[in-house]
């Protein structure tokens, strides 16, 4: 069974430019989460999904992030305009029940 | 609030000796999951092991077993004959709620595991 699929892997960017994050969870998994992983931190949630329904995306900075699960497969989460402190690892993650499998992350560089 | 704290940021441990990691949690709820995930250097997040509130028996898998003290609100993960490969950070983790997939983690041990 292939595993939750991110990319890129890293992405270094200039503040103030944009970027784009892409999610290809479990096949079958209805839910699928992005987190933001702050170095030295544990992982916070930013939106969860449930199929291309936004569950809960109380902590997502909506002025700047956005994410979309548009046919209830595929995500991208999108940062416009970036900031210093956005620089972290961009984690997904999806599921079918209460135990939630982790893609190997995308790690942002703001600079 | 419904928190997750984990009060080692650092421990070691010598190859083939048992390790405990500590967590304790915050919340209202009854029925809640409670896990274990390991992070090793590439990042990538694994489950090392779960917990169901309502089960009194605590959870084992292979060297890894948890003391889950449910009044106490502690969740604490024990590392049995440890490996090198055991090196990683440790994440405490917690679903408040069986209909609920809002998971909160704690901050973290980074475990080394010396030979």
């Known amino acids: 069974e292939a595993g939750v699929a991110q990319s890129p892997r890293y992405k270094i960017i200039e503040k103030r430019q944009s970027v784009a994050f892409w999610c290809n969870p479990i096949?079958?998994?209805?839910?699928l989460y992005w987190y933001q992983q702050i170095l030295g931190q544990g992982p916070k949630l930013l939106i969860q999904f449930q199929n291309n329904g936004v569950v809960d995306d109380s902590q997502l900075p909506k002025d700047r992030f956005s994410a979309e699960r548009l046919k209830g497969v595929d995500s991208t989460l999108k940062i416009q305009p970036a900031k210093l402190e956005d620089s972290a690892v961009y984690l997904c993650?999806?599921?079918?029940?209460?135990?939630?499998?982790f893609g190997p992350g995308t790690r942002l560089t703001v600079t | 609030a419904q928190t997750v704290t984990q009060s080692q940021p650092e421990m070691s441990v010598q190859e083939a000796e048992t390790v405990t990691l500590s967590c304790t949690y915050d919340?209202?709820?009854?029925?809640?999951?409670l896990f274990w995930y390991k992070q090793p250097p590439s990042r990538q997040m694994i489950l090392v092991i779960r917990q169901e509130a309502y089960k009194q028996q605590n959870a084992t898998e292979n060297r890894f077993s948890v003391n889950f003290q449910k009044a106490a609100k502690s969740f604490s993960l024990k590392i049995s004959d440890s490996q090198l490969g055991d090196t990683a950070m440790y994440f405490c983790?917690?679903?408040?709620?069986?209909?609920?997939?809002?998971?909160?983690f704690g901050a973290g041990t980074r475990l080394t595991v010396k030979p």
């Open positions: 919340t209202s709820e009854n029925n809640y999951y």
């Open positions: 096949s079958g998994h209805a839910t």
């Open positions: 983790a917690f679903i408040p709620g069986y209909n609920n997939n809002d998971m909160r």
């Open positions: 993650a999806s599921s079918q029940s209460d135990e939630q499998y």
